[in-house]
């Protein structure tokens, strides 16, 4: 289990949640889909997600992906988020349960909706880090209002409670390089593709992005070649990527679990609540997968 903040570094992937045609987990899916990114190289999987649907599952839902993940994944650690209860009291319950999953790391994100006021902000993840037996990271969930947490909190949060890392999702290169700052041997992981190589050169030391939900393989090539030294490598992919975020993102995870039903990996592409791809999305979709890069594995 990784016990310090560089075992957390490199290209973590984001799981989307299959479901059944009846909305049910498709577990036997689930179990394909973790091997899958297994056998793209992926550092780290991050198994509760925004990706994952994580804001329409039930806590059980939530603990039994965890599970299923740390049990198909072997050596590959596995976070996921950890303080969604909407009771505050219920939250640390929350976290150690998550813990007993067998995850490696569990994450945390700013409450739903809170007043963005920062000490409020730092004695919320305090009081969750301290009650965690696992080592935690941080995410800027999108779910959250606001997202972001101001660098100095961050900062704070390494230094004082032994957080490891962060998701960032300013989509800025300050915000990145403001994370990077405040806390230079924690791990900033770079979720925003068409800044993937500004935020690894800027020091950030892992990716969590949509694309890997769809093809990890890339994400893993590029932290590779990142690490490596090789720059035009990493330029090439870089593009690719970028193309893929600019389908995927118009409706995401549907788009990215199209791709993963069309590579066979999972058989229904439906999401939980969110609405289905339109014609002109699946154009999309289809006039990327039909000229994209060949598989890459390990």
Avoid at 69 to 74: L, N, T
Avoid at 95 to 114: D, E, I, K, N, W
Avoid at 243 to 265: E, M, S, Y
Wanted: proline fraction near 7%.
């Amino acid at each position: 289990m990784p016990r310090s903040p560089r075992d957390f570094a490199g290209s973590f992937t984001l799981l989307v949640t299959p479901f059944l045609s009846d909305g049910r987990l498709d577990l036997a899916s689930y179990a394909r889909l973790v091997e899958h990114h297994v056998a793209a190289g992926s550092q780290g999987i991050f198994a509760v997600c925004g990706t994952a649907e994580m804001a329409d599952l039930a806590l059980d839902e939530r603990l039994t992906l965890a599970r299923e993940a740390v049990a198909r994944a072997g050596d590959v650690p596995v976070v996921a988020t950890a303080d969604l209860e909407p009771d505050p009291a219920a939250q640390l319950d929350e976290v150690a349960r998550m813990a007993s999953t067998g995850v490696a790391g569990v994450v945390l994100v700013p409450p739903r909706r809170h007043a963005g006021e920062p000490e409020a902000l730092y004695a919320h993840f305090a009081r969750l880090a301290a009650a965690s037996p696992v080592p935690v990271l941080l995410y800027e969930w999108p779910g959250s209002s606001p997202s972001e947490i101001p660098a100095e909190v961050y900062g704070r949060l390494v230094a004082e409670c032994g957080v490891a890392g962060v998701k960032d999702t300013t989509c800025t290169r300050h915000g990145i390089a403001a994370k990077v700052a405040a806390a230079p041997d924690s791990v900033v992981y770079q979720a925003n593709n068409p800044l993937l190589v500004y935020g690894l050169e800027a020091g950030a030391r892992g990716t969590m992005t949509i694309t890997s939900g769809a093809r990890p393989d890339l994400l893993a090539a590029l932290w590779r070649a990142h690490a490596a030294g090789r720059a035009n490598e990493v330029r090439t992919l870089a593009r690719e990527i970028v193309f893929l975020d600019a389908v995927l993102c118009t409706n995401h995870p549907a788009g990215a679990k199209w791709l993963l039903q069309r590579a066979g990996i999972i058989p229904y592409a439906g999401t939980r609540r969110g609405r289905p791809l339109s014609d002109a999305e699946v154009a999309s979709l289809s006039a990327w997968a039909d000229g994209a890069p060949a598989w890459r594995g390990r």
